[in-house]
């Protein structure tokens, strides 16, 4: 195969491996009618872990030393992908629309440059500083329903700012995986940040549980985990790595962008969402946000 098959097929991996990222607001909308969500997030990243921990346990023995020093890091991003980032878009999907879930999951590029420059001293100038702006303004545009009132009344819908809150999750996530350097390897550090992820969700499992709903063990359940944890979990995690590995950090950042029209698509055809003149201003907001906010400086001569 030459270069250049190789390097078609590696773009069309940009447009492929959303289809399955974006698969996630399916399970938010559609798995939470039939699974508690806290119940769907914990499921689902246990049943991750069982399905690779037979292809990293060997390697994984070996490394023993490197996860006993590396364990809190590893708890952290998996409290943050997989806990936050797992839970709170099904407890979204409860109240708000796949359509919204993604766009407000769009501006994650967006506060990573904000929580990086508070936290790990980036750099920000005056354009970056537009562009966080105007990406909030397009996401609360989408959570008002560009209702002003809403915004004045607090009166926003509770979905929408899960989704915020799991946006704020995912640039967490995204900057720590980035600045804590690990000596694991790939999928043997995925397997113990779902591993751990599980283990953050545990004990809110289990008051939702007692307190607010029952898990219904029946072949909705397990048709629902079992779409979770390899859909929008193992092949679009695997997926895109290998985009990573063939185009890079930066042009494989664009899949979230495409990730958000598929998203529109799903609510669209699979649960007859409309879409409004607020979606297109607040997407047409975001999008021009984050080029702002990504825009490099212009070197004088």
């Given at each position: ?7 078609l097929?590696?773009f ?7 289809i399955f990222?974006?698969?996630n ?6 798995g939470v009618?039939y699974?508690p969500p806290?119940s ?5 990243w246990?049943v ?11 390697s994984?023995?070996?490394?023993y ?5 590396e364990?809190?890091?590893?708890f952290?991003l ?10 709170f878009?099904f ?34 100038n005056?354009t970056?500083?537009?562009g ?8 609360f545009?989408?959570?008002?329903k560009?209702d002003l ?7 926003f819908?509770?979905?929408d ?6 946006a704020?999750g995912?640039?967490?996530y ?6 804590w350097?690990?000596k694991?390897?790939i999928?043997q550090?995925?397997?113990?940040i ?5 283990v953050?969700l ?6 939702e ?7 219904i063990f029946?072949q909705e ?6 779409f979770?944890?390899?859909?929008p979990?193992?092949?679009?995690f695997t997926?895109?790595t290998m985009a990573?590995?063939?185009l890079?950090?930066s042009?494989?950042?664009?899949t979230l962008?495409i990730?958000t ?10 649960f007859?969402e ?5 979606h ?11 080029y ?9 001569n």
């Open positions: 195969m030459n270069t250049k098959t190789n390097n097929l590696a069309s991996l940009l447009f492929i491996q959303p990222m974006a698969s607001l399916i399970v938010a909308r559609g009618e699974v806290i769907l997030a914990f499921w689902r246990t991750v872990f069982f399905i690779l921990l037979p292809f990293t346990y060997l994984l023995r070996k490394s030393k490197i996860m006993k020093k364990y809190k890091k590893l952290f998996g409290a943050t992908g997989c806990g936050v980032c797992g839970a878009p407890l979204a999907g409860q109240t708000t629309t796949v359509t919204n879930m993604g766009i407000i999951y769009t501006s994650s590029p967006v506060f990573i440059i904000l929580i990086s420059s508070i936290f790990f001293n980036e750099k920000i005056l970056k500083i537009i966080l702006i105007v990406c909030l303004i397009g996401v545009a989408i959570i008002i560009g009132s809403l915004l004045i009344n607090l009166n819908t509770i979905g700012l899960w989704m915020l809150a799991a704020i995912w640039a967490l995204s900057i720590y995986l980035f600045y350097k690990t694991l390897e999928f550090r995925f397997t113990l779902a591993f751990f992820g599980a953050s545990l004990p809110f499992y289990i008051s549980e007692i307190f607010f709903e029952r898990t029946n359940f397990f048709m629902w985990v079992v979770a944890a390899v859909s979990g193992i092949v679009a997926l895109y990573q590995k063939k890079g950090a042009l494989t950042g664009f962008y990730f029209i598929y998203g529109a698509i799903y609510g669209y055809f699979l007859e409309k879409l409004e003149n607020y297109l201003v607040g997407t047409m907001l975001v999008f021009f946000g984050i702002l906010a990504k825009k490099k400086n212009v070197q004088k």
